[in-house]
């Protein structure tokens, strides 16, 4: 890996400082926000007069250091761009709370509707090194005085009390009794597991309210907003917003049967009653999968211990995550790659292994195990909403689109044309992405963000 001392990384940082267009490739930087990757475009815009055919304005890349303009990835993971990230976080963010407290569209009524922070976890799979704490005092791992021995000799018992980032958090304490098979497959099916316990739920209200399923939906709307995290030992769990509104959604108030005490009864009953089961696979035990025990349903409050700013906070920092904690990589697993070189922990690689493994069976192919082996199995979106439970992602980019062209039109660096009367042709092209490393030295020196890992130049 390049040094930050290395010889091409200053002469990459002498190169562009005194490039005659560096001041033009700052701004471009700074408008990025200081993006670890960005994209590099090359093309033109042009404005034409729809009456006469003239051109009015045109725009191209020809002039712009080294011919094109750079943009910000958007990526939502922290892991490979910060800044992008925080973006993609700020705005889950405010998606999550306006459906708790209202605004971006949502009236603040909603704030009155019966609502819960709901956490479903992951079965177990093996005993795994944990950190636990109980009233601010560190608790044992798993002290057992008579502890025996698993199959593989092994004892199975740990008397430490881990601190909060030692690397053995999360492994088992015998990788060979572990299941790994069935924690890749129960990441692989969790999203399923998601989408029959929001049946259930339904299914539950429609029952204690006496009222059929068409009945339920001409009288209530059940929204969610959810957010997956992975566990330490590699598996993911939901942490999920439920919120009851009235038929039209969170513009209407919800029938006065429709209570938080009944909400949490539909969800402590749905939890424990769907399961999910994997596809027979020659030379592996049948598997059913459920939630597993630990439940957490709570109330959200305006004034209390879990406020709306609170839970939108939580989700939206999970957001912007994925399987980083466990160890593993946050890219794909190609077929060049060296699984026994790469750089991960041996539970990750184990667990990678595992994928690789089942997804070469023909009775796995639906879950593309080979293709998220990077993800431990699990290829549902990381955050997801209902329809009516608030605004959309879609909106708050493009609210946030037409205030920086209504900027660059004030400033002068876009023409204010009428746009009823004016063409506009453009034409984009992809040219590459990321930063050369003196580039990246020099991008975090101007934007104040830290220096990036510096593993590799720009690609075209």
Not at 62 to 86: F, I, N, Q, Y
Not at 224 to 237: I, L, M, N, S, T
Not at 357 to 364: I, S, V
Request: charged share 25%; proline share 6%; glycine share 8%.
């Amino acid at each position: 890996m390049p040094t930050l001392t290395a010889p091409h990384a200053i002469a990459g940082m002498i190169s562009r400082l005194h490039d005659p267009h560096y001041a033009r490739w700052a701004s471009q930087i700074r408008r990025t926000g200081g993006c670890r990757q960005p994209i590099h475009l090359r093309g033109k815009v042009e404005h034409w007069d729809r009456a006469t055919g003239t051109l009015l304005h045109r725009y191209s890349t020809h002039r712009e250091p080294d011919g094109v303009l750079r943009v910000p990835c958007k990526t939502r993971r922290a892991s490979r761009c910060p800044t992008c990230a925080e973006t993609y976080r700020a705005d889950t963010y405010q998606l999550v709370r306006a459906g708790l407290v209202g605004g971006k569209g949502v009236p603040e009524t909603v704030s009155a509707h019966p609502c819960l922070f709901v956490t479903l976890t992951a079965p177990s799979f093996g005993t795994v090194h944990t950190r636990r704490e109980k009233n601010g005092k560190i608790l044992l791992c798993h002290a057992r005085r008579d502890a025996g021995m698993c199959p593989h000799g092994r004892v199975m018992s740990c008397t430490a009390r881990h601190g909060a980032d030692e690397p053995c958090l999360g492994e088992p304490l015998c990788p060979d009794c572990y299941d790994y098979a069935g924690s890749v497959l129960f990441n692989a099916l969790a999203p399923e597991l998601w989408r029959r316990f929001t049946e259930a739920l339904r299914r539950r209200i429609a029952k204690n309210a006496g009222l059929t399923l068409r009945e339920l939906r001409e009288q209530v709307v059940i929204s969610f907003a959810k957010v997956a995290e992975y566990q330490r030992r590699g598996v993911v769990h939901f942490h999920a917003v439920i919120r009851v509104d009235g038929p039209k959604g969170p513009i209407t108030a919800p029938p006065a049967w429709a209570t938080a005490d009944l909400l949490t009864d539909a969800v402590r009953h749905a939890a424990s009653a769907v399961t999910v089961t994997a596809p027979e696979v020659p030379g592996e035990p049948a598997r059913a999968f459920q939630w597993g025990t630990q439940l957490d349903v709570r109330p959200i409050t305006l004034h209390g211990d879990l406020t709306d700013q609170a839970v939108a906070g939580y989700i939206a920092k999970y957001a912007t995550k994925a399987a980083e904690c466990v160890g593993t990589l946050d890219r794909r697993i190609t077929s060049p790659d060296d699984l026994a070189a790469l750089p991960i922990r041996e539970h990750a690689r184990r667990l990678i292994a595992e994928c690789l493994r089942l997804g070469a069976l023909d009775e796995l192919t639906e879950f593309r195990l080979t293709a998220w082996a990077h993800m431990l199995g699990f290829r549902g979106h990381f955050s997801t909403k209902s329809r009516r439970y608030s605004t959309t992602l879609g909106k708050l980019r493009a609210a946030r689109t037409e205030h920086m062209r209504g900027e660059a039109i004030s400033t002068g660096r876009l023409p204010l044309f009428d746009e009823d009367t004016v063409l506009v042709i453009s034409h984009w092209e992809y040219a590459g992405q990321g930063l050369s490393i003196g580039d990246a030295l020099l991008a975090a020196a101007l934007t104040g963000n830290s220096v990036p890992p510096l593993s590799g130049e720009a690609h075209g």
